[in-house]
């Protein structure tokens, strides 16, 4: 599989070892994916904020430091983000960079989020 134009120009001012590890993902999965979102401005934050799809205006998106994935065809069905959340951490894993998984988060799961660790990307 390949990223398509509108994904990479979602990608465009995204941290390059987030954009690496999307890329090796891409090609490493029978899920396709597309990248709905990457770099946010602080107006597009605070609209998100305000209708509900996120619960700060601390977000990684807003350094580049996180991108949202959806599977292709786009569905919301938690079990094609398993498989994307699998080869993007396995991708991680193979270029040595840290990454969260908002699929993983108890308090507010966010399947299509993906973002650098705080600590190694403050």
């Known amino acids: 599989m390949i990223l398509g134009a509108r994904s990479k120009t979602k990608l465009e001012g995204v941290h390059p070892d987030l954009v690496a590890v999307v890329q090796l993902a891409i090609r490493n999965t029978e899920q396709d994916f597309s990248v709905i979102e990457g770099l946010r401005t602080v107006t597009r934050q605070r609209e998100l904020l305000a209708a509900g799809k996120t619960t700060t ?3 990684r998106h807003l350094k580049g430091h996180a991108v949202d994935l959806v599977p292709y065809p ?3 069905d938690w079990k094609y983000f398993y498989p994307i959340a699998e080869a993007m951490k396995d ?19 966010d399947g299509p989020h993906f973002q650098l660790s705080w600590r190694d990307y403050p």
């Open 74 to 76: 786009v569905s919301w």
């Open 91 to 109: 991708a991680a894993r193979e270029l040595n960079v840290e990454l969260e998984w908002g699929g993983d988060w108890k308090s507010f799961p």
């Open 57 to 59: 205006m601390n977000s």
